[in-house]
């Protein structure tokens, strides 16, 4: 059948300028060679202009030359040797490959190399149509990655919210204060997640995990509060158990510490600090002026959550101390390297 007879409302045209200024406009790189497969190989016949924008090579700079210049040591032999299989035996091949371009740098270029018949049948030419999908093999990659992560996100959040739970059902004195210490903390924990899945870093800064829960004592001309260290960015696997534990403090001062009396005060600093492991956060919750300090009641402080999440689970040092001026806490917990 013929072409024009597939649709009778579409006109093919014959003319050869217009075909190849169609081309020359496409936005997708276009190489046609020589038929000849044995050494030296094809050769490059025509390039448009998307091909010299994507390689770097002028066209007088490959005319005449074999494709290959495009390859280098990244180039998947594997993939070629596929290819020429297929164009050996007349079929048209579509793949995908690393290249290289003028200046030496990578691209990931997928292609569809399609014979051009003569007359007789023999063919005469390779038409290879070519994009760089780069951009797209590495949002591939970073979805990859944003997955993964998020899953090992979610096996990390419910265990911590199983370790909540466990932690507030032997401490809760009943159902109604079981219901109200549960649900803080659950929703300190929604409120951490919040602070890390809204930054472009997908991290939360320890002050600001700080902030989150001691917002209601940070108000405009109330100095009961003082918070002072640098910038230390958290990812979620040290967010959420920093989180939790700087939710147990709180709570316990306000119920039984220096934030339950008009006149306590809390004063929270860090730093990191250097070790042969790595950087180290180190903090220290300091609070003064509150109510007479006693040994902590079993549902007054989360000592075994806090403990929990600090010292088992991510490895770190607590000492509690019960100063008659106030309770005092020093942590310190390893952060990983930089990249």
Known sequence: MDVRDRNATQRVPTDAGLLLAAVEASGEAVLITSAALEEPGPRIEYVNPAFTRMTGYNAEEVLGLNPRLLQGSGTDRAVI??????LAAGEPFQGEAVNYRKDGST????????PVRDPDGRIGHWVSAQRDVTERHAAEESQGLLVREL???VRNTLATVQAVLNASLRSSMGLADFRQVFTGR??????????????RTQTVSFEGLLRTELEAYLEPGRSRVSLQGPQVPLASELAVPVGMALHELTVNAIRHGALADPDGRLEVTWTVDESPAGPVLR?????HDGPPVALPSREGFGMELLNGLLTYRLKGKVDVAFDPDGLRVSAAVLLPRVR
């Open 283 to 287: 903090w220290t919750w300091d609070e």
């Open 151 to 153: 899953h090992h996100r």
């Open 107 to 114: 691209y990931t270029v997928e292609w569809l190399i399609t």
């Open 186 to 199: 659950i929703a300190s924990l929604a409120k951490t997640h919040t602070l890390i899945t809204d930054a």
């Open 81 to 86: 040797d596929r290819m020429r299989a297929a």
